[in-house]
């Protein structure tokens, strides 16, 4: 019976999860004959040694990697934060509750375009912001130095309350009790957060950890909408460069490979993240 419960859930994961992975894998193992037409020969792992030599790859691999190392900690801190702030269930709360909520109904695709004129260097309304503080205008998108932090705020402005609903439910689930005893022994609010909340909370912290790298690793509308990779490759990440590599350049072998690659990447700092956050079960 818990198998024929189970067996949608397995078939999709099959079909659209481990399925297409495989076939990733053995395409990338094949190369294209472009002067026979589009006739594939068996390459091994020679489509993997070309990439590991591209400057394009380490280009965008270390996009990808400065990306998660910033973009993971804030989202992670302003949704627990934010979740610390209204978990208590009052009128107050309930109305911030829906203020954070917001930004779940507006999809990244939507949210990017907005964020896309707000940011304009010409005639956008941050620069006009700025222009009250008498501060120059900003590029914004279009400089090299300042694209990848534009990402980077546009997808924790979409990306924040998502992670925080989870971390709600795992502030909910703490018995009251447990902070009434330790107020009753005299531990103040700092004492209660990292000798209560913290411990207990580690392993909702661990999976919204992973989840949120995972979702950073494979984060591609943003710079599909705004960017193209650009200004100066500066934006170029892994996901972004499967993309090109196929939809741009035809080049189907060498997305196949990046999305391999990206893969084992994305598996290596998600064991990092276990190592670093363990719980006892």
Do not use: H
Not at 25 to 40: C, D, I, M, P, R
Not at 122 to 146: E, M
Not at 180 to 201: C, H, N, W
């Amino acid at each position: 019976m818990a198998f024929f419960f189970l067996a949608p859930a397995m078939i999709g994961l099959v079909l659209f999860r481990i399925y297409p992975i495989g076939l990733s894998l053995v395409k990338s193992l094949f190369a294209v004959n472009y002067s026979q037409g589009t006739s594939e020969s068996f390459a091994g792992l020679k489509n993997y040694i070309g990439i590991l030599k591209d400057k394009y790859f380490w280009e965008s691999l270390i996009v990808t990697l400065k990306l998660n190392v910033f973009i993971n900690p804030i989202q992670i801190f302003c949704a627990f934060a934010i979740a610390l702030l209204i978990s208590k269930n009052s009128l107050s709360n309930r109305i911030f509750r829906t203020l954070f909520l917001i930004p779940l109904g507006v999809s990244v695709a939507v949210a990017s375009s907005i964020w896309g004129i707000l940011l304009n260097p010409n005639k956008g309304l941050i620069n006009s912001i700025l222009n009250v503080f008498s501060i120059g205008p900003q590029a914004f998108l279009r400089s090299p130095d300042q694209a990848l932090w534009c990402i980077i705020m546009i997808a924790s402005w979409c990306g924040i309350s998502y992670w925080m609903i989870f971390l709600m439910a795992g502030l909910q689930e703490i018995p009251e009790n447990l902070y009434e005893a330790a107020r009753v022994d005299g531990a103040k609010s700092f004492q209660q957060l990292f000798y209560i909340t913290l411990p207990l909370m580690k392993r909702t912290l661990l999976f919204v950890t992973v989840a949120d790298t995972a979702a950073n690793f494979l984060l591609f509308v943003p710079m599909f909408v705004l960017t193209k990779g650009g200004p100066a490759n500066s934006t170029n990440s892994l996901m972004y460069e499967v993309y090109a590599s196929a939809f741009v350049y035809s080049d189907f072998a060498r997305s196949l490979t990046l999305s391999i690659l990206l893969l084992l990447v994305l598996m290596a700092v998600i064991i990092l993240e276990f190592k670093l956050i363990k719980t006892e079960d």
